[in-house]
């Protein structure tokens, strides 16, 4: 036994893996499923889709156009809250969670790979998709509207901070999927927590609508200036400032990693 | 070298692995014995660290698995006969795993190449046959060219071919010198392929020994076997009943 054991040589490299290998994982992983693409390209298209047909329905030229050219990010971010999700879930579903914590066993290492790829990813397409919009919706307005430039006050703000607002989610997806590990369900948690919850608490209290991830992207993020409720002021809530508005939806996404993470840690894969 | 200490997990009330200490050696194949339900896959599952003892602990070249600072280059692991995503490729898949240990990306077509899957290395792993889905999964634990190979029933799903190919593979495996660890409820292909045996029920040990020694005051090894574990048997299926109703 001795002598055949002797004969091996150590070839195990110096050093220890880390972010860099983990995210060299994570990025092959994300990039080799068809999904990925397909599900990036219909939320982009979506977006832009949207852009359009806003630009081709505008009747007046007096309403946050900018904001209007950008309605086509709450389907959108539907998608990629929904592809954050998946992308932790779906190793849970296929069981290739074991193989991937076996190669990386500091686990929330794992889980900051991931959100550091997935999340440039989306930063990326949201970005382009969100300019993309913005011009497309520019370009199709009819004569007589003048439409918005990125030079004017607030529109570059908004059009960037929109585009953050993809991954801010697609990272929120990822945080419930690692803390709730099964796709429906995580899927389900998503929607209804951006969307249902925020629609109710909308109506029922005022003092945190301001707070809900959907009103924050609708009323926060893609605006140049403070949506008011018209005449109406004392039924409006006092909406967050863009830069806040995407501060508070970083702060969830980033609270649900954390607890994803340290479930990740502490639970039997 | 695997070193299993005072392993213990419990599952709700249910102790799925109960104290459990034994070595396994480098240099011979050990065969990990059991019935259904004694608590194979979970210890191999702790020894791995994907989940966490209640007591005990587990030890890979003198490491906890936890601390190993290349795991796949130390240890190659089997354990479920699907770990990939269906959508993705065998090569995509291998690759993903080597990236993550700084394997050299030519070692993945070289595994492929050695379980036989290089024809169907870029088609969705979701097509695979479960011999297939086998054989990538060998081909996993073989990425990192590691001392230490831990296979949870290898051979399921393998045509007779195949079942030779594992068997050959994993004693070649072991005259190289390593450690190689693989638990199968097939006696008559443990007693073909292993040297050294340790079989455990209701999670317990019950022998740590080798083949010939087992069988030696038996007509086979399978009725040694059942011997060994007559008390440990969780799940049994009734002849008898069968046969008068």
Redesign the interface.
Same mark, same amino acid.
């Given at each position: 036994? !001795?002598a055949? !054991?002797? !004969?091996?040589a150590p070839?195990?490299?110096g050093?220890?893996?880390g972010l860099a290998? #983990?995210a *060299?994982?994570?990025?092959?992983?994300l990039r080799?499923?068809?999904?990925t693409w397909w599900t990036l390209a219909v939320t982009a298209a979506g977006t832009i889709g949207i852009g359009v047909a806003v630009g081709l329905g505008t009747r007046s030229g007096s309403g946050d156009l900018t904001n209007n050219a950008l309605a086509g990010v709450v389907p959108g971010l539907l998608l990629t809250g929904a592809l954050g999700v998946l992308t932790m879930t779906?190793?849970y579903t296929?069981?290739?969670i *074991? #193989?991937?914590? #076996?190669?990386?066993? *500091?686990r929330p290492l794992v889980l900051a790979a991931k959100a550091a790829v997935f999340g440039a990813v989306t930063l990326i397409v949201g970005e382009a998709a969100s300019f993309i919009a913005f011009f497309a919706d520019a370009a199709t307005l009819r004569h007589g509207i003048a439409a918005p430039t990125l030079g004017q006050p607030g529109v570059l703000r908004a059009v960037v901070v929109t585009g953050a607002g993809f991954c801010v989610i697609g990272l929120l997806g990822l945080g419930l999927g690692a803390i709730i590990r099964h796709s429906a369900a995580a899927v389900g948690v998503l929607v209804a927590g951006v969307y249902v919850i925020a629609g109710v608490i909308g109506i029922v209290a005022h003092g945190a609508a301001a707070y809900m991830p959907l009103l924050i992207v609708e009323n926060s993020l893609s605006t140049t200036k403070p949506v008011t409720c018209g005449t109406d002021s004392a039924s409006c809530p006092h909406f967050l400032s863009a830069w806040a508005g995407l501060g508070v939806l970083g702060l969830y996404a980033v609270i649900a990693l954390a607890v994803g993470g340290w479930l990740l840690a502490?639970r039997? #894969? | 070298m695997i070193e299993a200490r005072d392993l213990t997990k419990r599952y709700g009330p249910t102790v799925a692995v109960d104290a459990l200490s034994f070595d396994v050696r480098p240099g011979s194949v050990t065969g990990f014995l059991g019935p259904n339900g004694s608590g194979k896959s979970t210890t191999m599952r702790l020894i791995l660290g994907l989940d966490r003892p209640d007591a005990g602990q587990a030890r890979v070249g003198g490491h906890r698995y936890r601390e190993l600072r290349w795991p796949l280059r130390e240890v190659g692991a089997l354990l479920e006969a699907r770990a990939f995503h269906p959508g993705r490729s065998a090569r995509s898949h291998l690759a993903a795993l080597a990236a993550s240990n700084a394997i050299p990306r030519a070692r993945v077509d070289e595994v492929l190449d050695m379980v036989g899957l290089a024809s169907a290395a870029g088609r969705r792993a979701g097509k695979f046959s479960l011999g297939m889905g086998q054989r990538l999964g060998v081909a996993a634990a073989l990425l990192g060219d590691p001392a230490v190979l831990i296979l949870d029933e290898p051979v399921n799903g393998l045509d007779p071919e195949g079942v030779r190919w594992i068997r050959n593979l994993l004693k070649s495996l072991a005259a190289q010198g390593r450690t190689v660890f693989v638990s199968s409820h097939l006696i008559s292909e443990m007693a073909l392929t292993a040297e050294r045996l340790v079989v455990i029920g209701r999670g317990r040990l019950l022998a740590d020994t080798t083949v010939a020694e087992l069988s030696a005051g038996s007509a086979s090894l399978e009725d040694a076997f059942f011997r060994l574990t007559s008390d440990a048997v969780e799940y049994q299926g009734n002849t008898a009943k069968e046969a008068t109703s």
């Open positions: 036994m !001795t055949i !054991t002797e !004969t091996r070839r195990v490299p050093g220890r893996y290998q #983990a *060299r994982m994570e990025w092959i992983k080799s499923l068809r999904s779906g190793e296929s069981g290739t *074991r #193989a991937t914590l #076996a190669a990386i066993p *500091r502490r039997d #894969a | -």
